[in-house]
């Protein structure tokens, strides 16, 4: 078994234990014994752990559509699904959106996180103390305001990598003729669009690099697509649930890609928990397929595809420069000028997460466009990492904008930003 599957089956078991814990508060004092039974049961999973590794910490993030353990994206069954939300929103009703335990753990420090959790649980009021003895209570937000940002670039990064991993079960239950459900990409996609308006700059560096992982080339592709594709329709204007129904569409997508247009609805009809977005979803990947032979079809699967031709030259293995990749969408066939007219103007002439040259300080990452959306800014490359970000005024138009960012740096907290 792997590492990462180990942690994830860890993860569930303790999750389980957690929830069982804090419900068994909403009807007891916690000094009853149901509730000391639920706290011996947790402590010996958190201890199984700390056992084995006394140095380390366990984090677990609750976020309203996601719940990740040391940064791992946890794969929550349907049927756990409601339990599961439960105790995110009872915590988070409090303030609490991740929890860290630590080898100090006791049974006297969970009796009296226990103790200040009933407290808020039945006063409405937010968590006052934060550390019990071996636990920490910790708000966790992903707005893009004051101090939280940090925690929203934390989370999309977590959210690419959560993609990642469910594309490879998706793809492993299909083709041992399984129907998957679907529950888990509704979730990750909500999430993705909320995410969107606010943490853009960090989605477009994420899947504008350079793929590292060869093997794991074919899924990438799909999680910078079905990333790119909400960003681009979003900042175009088009609805949530058109957001929604175009990055389902472009994860199922690894399903269906090559099937003929007239079977793509019967594909994907035993994918019930699509819900009522199904429809939406099911006509965009009929309409993918359609484009793909060079027919007519709407605008909305034009876009994905040509998403879909933007992310496959960006990852070529040389990467390609922006008059490269501009000339490519510009040969593609079966699309709109609109279309190809939103895709160039969200890309721009200076791409957030390409490479360029400055007169004044050589080779930088082009980073975002500042707190006012209008000041290109970059960071400066050096061999061990990258310089503050700083703006951007002397580009130097002669050497070629290429698409060989990063992703390996740090948020940081920046006063400009404020």
């Given at each position: 078994m792997s590492r990462k599957l180990a942690l994830q089956q860890y993860g569930n078991r303790l999750v389980n234990d957690l929830q069982v814990y804090l419900r068994s508060l909403h009807t007891h004092q916690a000094n009853n014994q149901i509730v000391s039974r639920a706290r011996d049961a947790l402590l010996d999973t958190l201890r199984e752990h700390f056992e084995k590794e006394p140095q380390s910490t366990i984090q677990v993030q609750l976020l309203p559509e996601e719940t990740f353990i040391n940064n791992t994206l946890l794969p929550i069954a349907m049927q756990d699904f409601a339990r599961i939300k439960e105790l995110t929103e009872r915590l988070r009703g409090m303030g609490v959106g991740e929890l860290v335990f630590n080898a100090s753990l006791t049974k006297e420090g969970l009796s009296m996180f226990a103790k200040a959790v009933y407290d808020c649980m039945h006063s409405r009021q937010q968590l006052e103390e934060r550390s019990?003895?071996?636990?920490?209570?910790?708000?966790?937000?992903?707005?893009?305001?004051?101090?939280?940002?940090?925690?929203?670039?934390?989370?999309?990064?977590?959210?690419?990598?959560?993609?990642?991993?469910?594309?490879?079960?998706?793809?492993?239950?299909?083709?041992?003729?399984?129907?998957?459900?679907?529950?888990?990409?509704?979730?990750?996609?909500?999430?993705?669009?909320?995410?969107?308006?606010?943490?853009?700059?960090?989605?477009?560096?994420?899947?504008?690099?350079?793929?590292?992982?060869?093997?794991?080339?074919?899924?990438?592709?799909?999680?910078?697509?079905?990333?790119?594709?909400?960003?681009?329709?979003?900042?175009?204007?088009?609805?949530?649930?058109?957001?929604?129904?175009?990055?389902?569409?472009?994860?199922?997508?690894?399903?269906?890609?090559?099937?003929?247009?007239?079977?793509?609805?019967?594909?994907?009809?035993?994918?019930?928990?699509?819900?009522?977005?199904?429809?939406?979803?099911?006509?965009?990947?009929?309409?993918?397929?359609?484009?793909?032979?060079?027919?007519?079809?709407?605008?909305?699967?034009?876009?994905?595809?040509?998403?879909?031709?933007?992310?496959?030259?960006?990852?070529?293995?040389?990467?390609?420069?922006?008059?490269?990749?501009?000339?490519?969408?510009?040969?593609?066939?079966?699309?709109?000028?609109?279309?190809?007219?939103?895709?160039?103007?969200?890309?721009?002439?200076?791409?957030?997460?390409?490479?360029?040259?400055?007169?004044?300080?050589?080779?930088?990452?082009?980073?975002?466009?500042?707190?006012?959306?209008?000041?290109?800014r970059c960071r400066e490359i050096y061999d061990d990492g990258l310089g503050a970000p700083q703006p951007l005024l002397d580009v130097d138009e002669s050497k070629p904008i290429v698409f060989e960012g990063r992703v390996d740096f740090p948020f940081e907290e920046d006063d400009d930003w404020e």
């Open positions: 019990f003895t071996g636990i920490q209570a910790l708000e966790l937000e992903y707005s893009s305001s004051g101090s939280s940002e940090r925690d929203a670039h934390q989370v999309v990064v977590w959210l690419f990598a959560g993609l990642l991993d469910g594309l490879d079960g998706l793809k492993d239950l299909v083709e041992d003729d399984h129907v998957p459900t679907m529950v888990p990409f509704m979730r990750h996609t909500r999430l993705l669009v909320d995410l969107t308006a606010e943490r853009g700059v960090v989605m477009r560096h994420l899947c504008l690099a350079p793929v590292e992982d060869v093997e794991k080339s074919d899924v990438h592709r799909v999680a910078a697509r079905t990333f790119l594709v909400v960003q681009v329709a979003y900042a175009n204007g088009l609805d949530r649930a058109t957001l929604m129904a175009l990055g389902l569409a472009s994860i199922l997508d690894l399903v269906t890609n090559g099937t003929e247009p007239d079977e793509v609805l019967s594909k994907v009809v035993p994918y019930s928990t699509l819900s009522d977005l199904a429809p939406k979803v099911m006509m965009l990947l009929r309409d993918l397929e359609l484009v793909r032979r060079g027919k007519h079809a709407s605008r909305k699967a034009q876009l994905l595809y040509l998403v879909d031709e933007l992310v496959s030259v960006i990852h070529r293995a040389t990467p390609p420069s922006l008059d490269d990749v501009q000339s490519h969408l510009n040969a593609v066939s079966g699309v709109e000028s609109v279309v190809l007219e939103s895709v160039l103007g969200w890309l721009g002439d200076t791409p957030v997460g390409a490479v360029a040259h400055s007169h004044s300080k050589g080779r930088v990452l082009l980073f975002d466009h500042g707190k006012d959306g209008e000041t290109l």
